[in-house]
């Protein structure tokens, strides 16, 4: 059977293939007609291009020239002395002044002297020749003594030609007579054009005009510097991409767009030359070169790196004596960009109209057969798996053809309907709202008057109506256990309720064997509702919203799981010191309100600040897992009272030094009456050094509380007091532990004899525990093992126990080992819940949780994030952390402080780049603090705050 095509697809065909066919014909013809014109013009810019370039060319010699007529006649080349020769700077300075385009004049005599004088109007000459700020010009000079060596010199003028600085330089030793511009002058009277080359002092590319002078005894000469050609060249590129170059028949680029990259230095000097144009690294232009089709002026087409490019070849004849090629190279893409975009217009244009015509033929299409192709459309629809029922349809005068619109209308809604269902099912994750939604549905499918849900309460008594749509009927809100059981037992038959209506039950049944509740239908009194075949296909699809209740309620008691032993390890947290109890429950409740109150903005730097319902969890779950990795922090080091303080206050066997040491002098007091010493004088000694014990202990006893910042001095009389020694008579080997006893044993191989002296304080090197392997913690950025992006400093030792270096702590309690064994429970804090398998709505619990240690300028740990890297979640937890710790009163090693103490604090810490300035605007303008306040801190500590004073002293201060 041939395959039939509908009429309206066939009209609309024939319109679209004839414009189709049209525009391609049009757009064609006139592609190629403008791409031969474009193609002809980029040859004819090229053309002008080179006569640009060759006049600015000829503008840069002949000023020169000129200048060189007159001084060849100036007594500057007679003059034989450097002062004679001096005494017409002024000359030279006003040919420089009068022409700009001369960078040098200079005079080379046949006694090898030589003078030259250039402006210093640019920065990078005035940077080379290290010249004063007042100086203007610089003279260049060699002269010849009695004994024939050269003698360099530098003067420096200022615009007044007075002389500003004389600088001798011994190693300017410039013999003029060698170079190429004075030989070839001496061979002619006319004026001489040397080749480009790159000029000795100024490293800059140019030529140098010279002259024979009028006595023969002199050449004068003028150096033109060609950065000009490179500038014209510049601006003459047709497009961005295009190249253009001035090449000599060797091969040497004497002008490009970028004059500074045609310098290469000559093996094994100080001197440069000028790179040639297969050394420069310009494909585009290499390629032309060596193209012979171009050589002749032609424009050729050629392939460079994957381009399609336009170059020609063509001769310069800009500066007499010096044989050169302009170099011209365009890629066609961008020459040709404008017509592909006119050809894209055209195309589109095309497009539309074909766009315009198309309904005209699908109209005419449309007239004929439209009864039976709407039935066909449908068809192919539901064959196509859209059940979507049509909006409108107009009544067929054909009863049979109106019947089958109805059954596939009715099997439309009812699959659409089931599908409804499935959506509601996998996408809503409440079940008081799924219930609703997915009821609705279920109405809708099996094309019943109304319905309701019933759930069994906990103890499964008595089940409770959790959602209802449409016809009620007699349907309670609640029924007993039994009451359920006999309305499945009546679901065969069914029950009447109202006047022609009937309800039936169907139980909602998941995975485990015990029921979730009842679905009770109210349906119409029809032949539809009473075949058997409508009771299994509600009864199966019952299945469907059974699994789903069943889900969710797992799903809860799983989240509740989850939210109940984050509560049980953060209390386990605040319960392990007694330095943080109540703190992790606090940050949270503190995180929590800021975070409201955040995303109850609509105006300002927050409106846009949202968090939804997964979001929310997250940000709840981190700010209470906040400190997790405190579990593993050492209880005596997070309870260190004081710097000797170990597992217990070192200070006492400090104390029993001094008393051995108290002993012995009551003993020395006693042996010197002995021998006959007067009992005064050994008494007035005893005293003297019992007196200098109790003041030694006492500040020693001070320094280990840790309270005023130590001072250099306290440093030294520390140090001091612990060279002091006292007897020790029993081994201090005995009773160690294995890991004591193996550090005391590296450390000291040999015991010494006993009774031995020891310092009454001392960093013996068994007080330094080293690293091992198990316990180094991988915070280094070159770590391999740090997988985490960690970037802390990890102490030399897990831990030293020196008593100078405790004591000798500047402020506070805690030594560098110590703080960073605190400072690691972030680390173990990021690397826990990095561990666990968080759903994809928590994945960032670990980011949040771990990062209320950065710094908003970065100095922060355990991974240096700047502010940029932390988002607004990270900075909340930051900021209420600082707040909790300043406030909170159940803290015994500090004072709690007051609001306006700690507020004043947080400002310090915004200006110092800890924490965020515009959140801390924020926390102190909306008043959350004074919520806290009321229900965490004491009455005495809540005092008068300035809001406003606070909120500007915070402000970031803007740029100078």
């Known amino acids: ?204 590319v140019g030529i140098t005009l010279s002259r024979l002078s009028h006595s023969g005894r002199a050449v004068v000469a003028v150096d033109v510097a060609l950065e000009d050609l490179g500038e014209a060249l510049a601006g003459l590129r047709m497009t961005p991409s295009a190249e253009l170059a001035l090449v000599e028949e060797n091969g040497a680029v004497i002008g490009y767009s970028d004059m500074g990259a045609l310098l290469v230095r000559k093996d094994g000097t100080d001197d440069f030359d000028i790179r040639r144009l297969d050394t420069l690294g310009i494909d585009a232009l290499t390629r ?48 040709l960009g404008e017509l592909v975009r006119s050809r894209a217009r055209m195309i589109l244009i095309s497009l539309a109209l074909i766009a315009l015509i198309l309904p005209l033929g699908w109209q005419v299409g449309s007239a004929v057969g439209h009864a039976l192709e709407g039935i066909a459309a449908q068809s192919l629809r539901l064959a196509r798996f859209n059940f979507r029922r049509r909006k409108e349809r107009s009544a067929s005068a054909l009863r049979e053809v109106e019947a089958l619109n109805d059954v596939m209308d009715k099997v439309a809604g009812s699959m659409e309907s089931m599908l409804e269902i499935s959506r509601v099912l996998g996408t809503d994750p409440r079940i008081e709202t799924m219930l609703v939604q997915v009821l609705e549905r279920f109405v809708q499918a099996t094309r019943c008057a109304g319905g309701a849900v019933y759930l069994f309460e906990n103890e499964r008594s008595r089940l409770s ?23 499945l037992a009546d679901s065969r038959g069914g029950r009447n309720q109202a006047p022609g209506h009937r309800c039936i039950a169907f139980k909602l049944q998941g995975r485990e064997t015990k029921s979730q509740g009842l679905l009770m239908l109210v349906h119409d009194e029809d032949w539809d509702h009473s075949a058997p075949a409508f009771l299994g296909f509600a009864e199966r699809l019952t ?80 700010a209470w897992l906040h400190d997790c990795g405190k579990v593993t922090s050492p209880e005596h080091i997070m309870d260190k009272a004081t710097k000797l303080e170990l597992l217990y206050n070192r200070i006492h066997e400090i104390r029993m030094r001094f008393e051995a040491l108290w002993r012995d002098a009551e003993i020395d007091c006693l042996q010197a009456r002995l021998r006959g010493e007067d009992p005064r004088t050994a008494e007035a000694r005893r005293d003297a050094r019992q007196a200098r014990l109790h003041e030694d202990f006492q500040f020693i006893a001070t320094c280990n509380i840790g309270g005023e910042s130590l001072s250099d001095e306290a440093v030294e009389r520390l140090r001091a007091i612990g060279t002091r020694t006292w007897m020790r008579h029993f081994d201090d080997t005995l009773g160690l532990d294995p890991q004591e ?85 972030i680390v173990q804090t990021y690397i826990m819940l990095k561990r666990l398998p968080w759903p994809s709505h928590l994945e960032r619990v670990p980011e949040i949780a771990a990062n209320h240690h950065e710094r908003m300028d970065g100095g922060g740990y355990p991974r240096r994030l700047r502010g940029e890297q932390l988002g607004t979640t990270e900075r909340i937890i930051a900021l209420v952390d600082v707040f909790e710790a300043l406030t909170a009163v159940d803290r015994p090693y500090k004072a709690p402080k007051t609001l306006s103490e700690s507020l004043r604090i947080m400002v310090s810490m915004c200006k110092g780049g800890h924490l965020d300035p515009e959140l801390f605007q924020f926390f102190i303008r909306s008043r959350v603090w004074q919520a806290y306040a009321q229900t965490c801190m004491r009455p005495e500590q809540i005092d008068a705050v300035d809001v406003e004073v606070l909120a500007r002293a915070a402000q970031p201060e803007g740029p100078a």
């Open 465 to 487: 109506r959790a959602a209802a749509f449409g016809a009620q009927g007699a349907l309670p809100d609640s029924m007993s256990a039994a009451e359920g059981e006999a309305a």
């Open 741 to 825: 006893s193996a550090r005391l044993a590296g450390s000291r191989p040999t015991p010494p004899v006993l009774p031995v002296a020891e310092r009454l304080l001392a960093d013996q090197a068994h007080h330094l525990v080293p690293w091992d392997d198990a316990r180094r913690p991988p915070v280094e950025r070159g770590d391999p093992r740090n997988i985490w992006g960690f970037d802390m400093r990890l102490p030399t030792h897990r831990r030293n126990m020196g008593e100078l270096h405790n004591l000798a702590i500047r402020r506070g309690t805690l030594t560098d080992e110590d703080r960073f064994a605190i400072n690691d429970h």
């Open 543 to 622: 299945g469907m919203l059974a699994v789903a209740i069943e889900t969710r309620r797992l799903i809860e008691a799983q989240r509740q799981l989850l939210e109940s032993v984050t509560h049980i390890l953060a209390d386990a947290i605040d319960a392990k010191s007694p330095y943080t109890g109540g703190h992790c429950e606090r940050v949270p409740k503190l995180a929590i309100l800021l975070a409201d109150r955040l995303q109850a903005e609509t105006s300002g730097p927050y409106a846009d600040f949202h968090l939804d319902e997964g979001e929310r969890e997250a940000f709840r779950l981190a």
């Open 288 to 335: 032309l070169w060596r193209t012979p089709a171009a050589a002749d002026g032609q424009v050729v087409s050629y392939e460079s790196e994957g381009r399609e490019w336009l170059g020609a070849t063509l001769p310069f004849d800009g500066i007499d004596g010096v044989d050169m090629r302009l170099l011209t190279a365009t890629p066609i893409d961008e020459l």
């Open 1 to 204: 059977m041939e395959r039939a095509w509908p009429v309206r697809f066939v009209i609309a065909g024939l319109a679209v293939a004839a414009m189709g066919l049209v525009a391609t014909v049009l757009i064609t013809l006139s592609w190629y007609g403008s791409r031969a014109i474009m193609l002809d013009m980029a040859a004819m810019m090229a053309r002008d291009a080179g006569q640009i370039v060759a006049g600015r060319a000829r503008r840069l010699v002949e000023p020169g020239s000129l200048s060189l007529r007159s001084l060849a006649f100036d007594p500057v080349v007679d003059a034989r002395r450097l002062d004679e020769r001096l005494d017409r700077r002024s000359i030279l300075a006003s040919e420089l002044a009068d022409n700009p385009l001369i960078s040098a004049i200079h005079v080379g005599y046949e006694n090898g002297d030589f003078l030259l004088m250039r402006a210093l109007d640019r920065r990078d000459i005035r940077e080379q020749f290290q010249a004063p700020p007042q100086a203007n010009y610089l003279v260049q000079a060699v002269t010849h003594g009695d004994d024939g060596q050269p003698r360099g010199l530098y003067l420096f003028y200022d615009a007044r030609h007075e002389l500003v600085m004389r600088r001798p330089m011994p190693d300017y030793r410039f013999d003029p007579r060698v170079r190429p511009w004075y030989i070839g002058a001496m061979e002619t009277v006319s004026t001489v054009t040397s080749r480009p080359y790159v000029f000795f002092s100024t490293r800059q």
